[in-house]
C-alpha cells in the first residue's frame, strides 16, 4: 500500500504539485508507484530491459496526461492502466512476428493448481514472461488486471473467441511449465 | 475465473518488483524542462531600478530643498546648491533656511537667515565683505561676524562666507563645530537647468517621445472549473518568451505640471508552444522490389509500394507570437522635478487598432495541437482581431540629458479590460504586460 502522505503532502497535494510542474512532486509520485508498476510490467514483458523501458515509457505518459486524470478515481488504477495499454501497445509494436504455439505436445494436467501457491512471485513472474506474447496477454489482462473477454478483444483487437481460446492455452501452458518444475523438483 | 487465476492474482496484483535506480532520471530527461522561478525575476529587476532612482531622485530633492521667502523680483529664484564648511559638506540646510532676496542686480543680493535657534541674519551685500546683523526675537544684537560674498557672474552663482570674530561660536548656524562656513548657492532664473522641469516657466511645450520597452507577461486564462484541466495544460504547453514593445508619441504640455501624450505602439508578445504527443502515427510508405528469375538470372522486377502506420513520439514546437498595434493616450503628472531630473506619474488607455495571432495552441475539443487561426465551429477564429482597451499605469523618469533631450525610464503595467477571445472559446484570456521602457524624449 502507498504511504497516503509523502515529504508532508498528501496524495492529492503531491498530484496538484505535478500539475504545475513541480519535479520533486514528480519524482514522488515516480517512488510511490514505481515498484508496483515494474511488477506489472514484467508480466507483460520477455525480459527485464524491456519492462523497464515500458516502465519509463508510461511515466512518462502519466506525467504529460496528468492533467487528464479525473479527481475522482483510484489515481493508482489510472496509472496502473497507462502502464498496461503502453504495454499492450509495446507489444503491437513487435508483432510483426506472430508466435504460434501447437497445443498437441502439450501434457494433461498431472498437478493441482494449489503447486503455484507454491511458488515464489519472481517465478510465478517468469512464468507468465516465458509465454507467447498473445497468451500473455490474454493471461495478464483477464487473471490478474479483471479484464473481461470482450474488452480484451477490444483493447488487443481480436475476437472475444480468440481471447478465450487463448486464455485456456495459457493456462494450459502454465500447468505444463509447472509439470516440468515438479518433475524435475521430484 | 478458475483457481490457478486466483492464484497469481492473489499472489501478484500487488507485488511490488525493484526497478533500475537510474530509471527517474531517464524519465526526468524525457518530461517537460520543469518551471524555473524566473517568474518574478522582472518585477524585482524593474522595482529595484526604481527604488534606484527614486531613491537617487529623493537625493537631489533633498539636497536641494531651501524653502524661498519673499520675492521682490519678478523672476523667482532657484537655489540649487549647498553649503559646504571650510569644504566639508555639513547638512545646514534642515535647520537653518536662507531667504536669497532676487534684486535688480544679481551680483548683489541680499540674505536672509533664521537660523535654528530662532536667531536672524540680514546682510545687505552691497560690497564684497560687509558685517553681519545677527537678532533673534527677544532683543537685537550686532555680533561679530564678517561676511564675505563672492559671486561667479558666469553660472550665477554665489557663496558667502560668515567667519566669526571675537570668538563667537558659530553653531547658532549649524552643528558644525567650524568658527568659518562657507555657503554656496545658486540664485537667478537665467540657470541653465534643463528645460523640461515644470517649475521653469517659458519651458518648451511640446515634446516627442520614442521608446522600446522590454515586457513581462502575466497571462490570465480563466472558464469554468470543469476546463481546469485544459487550463493546466494550456499553462504547460505555452512558456512566455521574451516580449517587448516599441514606439512614439507626442507629448503636449497643458499646464504646469500636467502632459498630454498620444502616437502609435507596437507590442509583440512571443510564447513558446511545445507539446508531446506521446501516441502518434507517422505514415511511411516502403518500396518494395521484387525480383523474378529464370534459371538463376533476373528477367524481370516488380516494383510495389506499400504504406505502413509506425507509431510513436511526436514533438511539437511552435513559437506564437500575438502582435497589437495601439494608439496610447496617457496623461502625464509631474510629481518632482529638479534641474537633473523629474519624476512623473504616467496613466491613460490603449486602443487597439489591430490585433493578430499566429501559432499553435491546445484544442479545448481533443486537447490536440492546433492552429490559432482555425476556424471554429461558429466561423471564427480562436482570437479577435481587435481586442479593444487596456488601462495603463507606471512612473516616467525622466534625467535631463541636455536642455532639450531627456533620458526616459517608465516600469509600467498594461492591463487589458476584455477577452483576447471569441465567446465562442470556452476560455477568456488576457495578457498582462509588466514592462521597462527605455526612451528618448525631444522637446521643441
Same mark, same amino acid.
Given at each position: 500500500m502507498s504511504p497516503l502522505i509523502v515529504n508532508g503532502r498528501t496524495e492529492k497535494e503531491i498530484i496538484k504539485a505535478c500539475l504545475q510542474g513541480d519535479r520533486q512532486a514528480q519524482r514522488d509520485i515516480f517512488h510511490m508507484y514505481a515498484g508496483k508498476m515494474m511488477a506489472v510490467c514484467l508480466r507483460y514483458s520477455r525480459h527485464r530491459l524491456e519492462a523497464e523501458d515500458i516502465l519509463q515509457d508510461a511515466f512518462?505518459?502519466?506525467?504529460?496526461?496528468?492533467?487528464?486524470?479525473?479527481?475522482?478515481?483510484?489515481?493508482?488504477?489510472?496509472?496502473?492502466?497507462i502502464i498496461v495499454n503502453t504495454a499492450i501497445r509495446n507489444n503491437q509494436k513487435k508483432s510483426f512476428i506472430q508466435e504460434e504455439i501447437g497445443l498437441e505436445h502439450v501434457k494433461e494436467e498431472s498437478v493441482g493448481p494449489e503447486v503455484f501457491s507454491t511458488l515464489s512471485e519472481e517465478e510465478?513472474?517468469?512464468?507468465? #514472461?516465458?509465454?507467447?506474447?498473445?497468451?500473455?496477454?490474454?493471461?495478464?489482462?483477464?487473471?490478474?488486471?479483471?479484464? #473481461?473477454?470482450?474488452?480484451?478483444?477490444?483493447?488487443l483487437n481480436i475476437e472475444e473467441s480468440t481471447s478465450r481460446s487463448q486464455l485456456m492455452k495459457a493456462r494450459r501452458m502454465l500447468q505444463e511449465k509447472v509439470n516440468e518444475l515438479y518433475t524435475i523438483a521430484v | 475465473m478458475n483457481q490457478l487465476d486466483k492464484i497469481f492474482k492473489h499472489k501478484l496484483e500487488h507485488y511490488h518488483a525493484d526497478f533500475h535506480d537510474d530509471a527517474w532520471n531517464k524519465i526526468e530527461a524525457r518530461l517537460p524542462k520543469a518551471k524555473k522561478s524566473n517568474r518574478f525575476f522582472w518585477p524585482i529587476l524593474s522595482l529595484v531600478l526604481?527604488? /534606484?532612482v527614486a531613491g537617487r531622485s529623493a537625493f537631489y530633492f533633498n539636497d536641494s530643498e531651501v524653502q524661498t521667502g519673499k520675492n521682490n523680483s519678478t523672476s523667482k529664484p532657484d537655489i540649487l546648491a549647498q553649503t559646504t564648511s571650510d569644504n566639508i559638506k555639513s547638512e545646514l540646510t534642515a535647520q537653518t533656511i536662507f531667504d536669497i532676496a532676487h534684486? @535688480? $542686480?544679481? /551680483?548683489?543680493? !541680499?540674505?536672509?537667515? +533664521?537660523?535654528?535657534?530662532?536667531? $536672524?541674519?540680514?546682510?545687505?551685500?552691497?560690497?564684497?565683505?560687509?558685517? /553681519?546683523?545677527?537678532?533673534? @526675537? *527677544?532683543?537685537? @544684537?550686532?555680533?561679530?561676524?564678517?561676511?564675505?560674498? !563672492? +559671486?561667479v557672474a558666469l553660472n550665477h552663482r554665489v557663496s558667502f562666507e560668515i567667519e566669526a570674530i571675537d570668538n563667537v561660536p558659530l553653531n547658532t548656524f549649524s552643528n558644525s563645530p567650524s568658527n568659518k562656513l562657507k555657503?554656496?548657492?545658486?540664485?537667478?532664473?537665467?540657470?541653465?537647468?534643463?528645460?523640461?522641469?515644470?517649475?521653469?516657466l517659458n519651458a518648451r511645450d511640446k515634446s516627442m517621445d520614442v521608446y522600446y520597452s522590454s515586457d513581462f507577461i502575466c497571462k490570465s486564462i480563466l472558464g469554468p472549473e470543469s476546463l481546469n484541466s485544459y487550463k493546466g495544460i494550456r499553462n504547460e504547453t505555452e512558456l512566455p518568451m521574451y516580449s517587448f514593445s516599441a514606439g512614439f508619441r507626442f507629448g503636449y504640455n497643458l499646464s504646469y505640471r500636467w502632459n498630454l501624450h498620444t502616437g502609435l505602439n507596437y507590442s509583440q508578445i512571443n510564447e513558446k508552444f511545445r507539446y508531446i504527443d506521446p501516441e502518434s502515427n507517422s505514415t511511411r510508405v516502403i518500396t518494395i522490389k521484387d525480383y523474378i528469375y529464370d534459371n538463376g538470372r533476373i528477367i524481370d522486377s516488380i516494383v510495389t509500394e506499400k504504406t505502413v502506420i509506425v507509431p510513436g513520439t511526436t514533438i511539437h514546437t511552435v513559437y506564437n507570437k500575438i502582435r497589437t498595434i495601439d494608439i496610447p493616450i496617457l496623461a502625464r503628472y509631474t510629481l518632482m522635478a529638479n534641474r537633473h531630473m523629474s519624476l512623473s506619474a504616467v496613466s491613460g488607455v490603449f486602443i487597439n487598432v489591430a490585433s493578430y495571432q499566429k501559432g499553435m495552441i491546445l484544442s479545448h475539443? *481533443?486537447?490536440?495541437?492546433? *492552429?490559432v487561426l482555425q476556424e471554429n465551429t461558429d466561423g471564427n477564429i480562436m482570437y479577435k482581431t481587435n481586442v479593444g482597451i487596456s488601462l495603463y499605469g507606471g512612473l516616467s523618469m525622466a534625467y535631463h540629458l541636455s536642455g532639450n533631450t531627456d533620458f526616459l525610464l517608465e516600469p509600467h503595467y498594461r492591463w487589458q479590460t476584455e477577452s483576447m477571445t471569441h465567446e465562442s472559446y470556452p476560455l477568456d484570456q488576457k495578457i498582462n504586460t509588466f514592462g521597462l521602457t527605455i526612451g528618448l524624449r525631444y522637446k521643441f
Open positions: 512518462v505518459k502519466v506525467f504529460t496526461h496528468l492533467h487528464e486524470f479525473e479527481n475522482f478515481g483510484s489515481f493508482e488504477g489510472w496509472v496502473r492502466k510465478l513472474i517468469k512464468l507468465i #514472461s516465458a509465454l507467447p506474447e498473445g497468451y500473455k496477454m490474454v493471461f495478464n489482462l483477464f487473471a490478474i488486471e479483471g479484464y #473481461s473477454h470482450k474488452e480484451i478483444g477490444e483493447l | 526604481v527604488l /534606484l534684486t @535688480e $542686480n544679481v /551680483l548683489s543680493p !541680499q540674505i536672509n537667515c +533664521t537660523a535654528k535657534n530662532g536667531w $536672524n541674519m540680514h546682510a545687505s551685500t552691497k560690497s564684497e565683505t560687509t558685517s /553681519l546683523d545677527i537678532e533673534n @526675537e *527677544d532683543q537685537h @544684537e550686532h555680533m561679530g561676524y564678517n561676511v564675505s560674498l !563672492q +559671486t555657503f554656496v548657492t545658486a540664485i537667478g532664473g537665467k540657470e541653465p537647468v534643463a528645460k523640461a522641469c515644470p517649475f521653469v475539443v *481533443d486537447n490536440k495541437p492546433v *492552429d
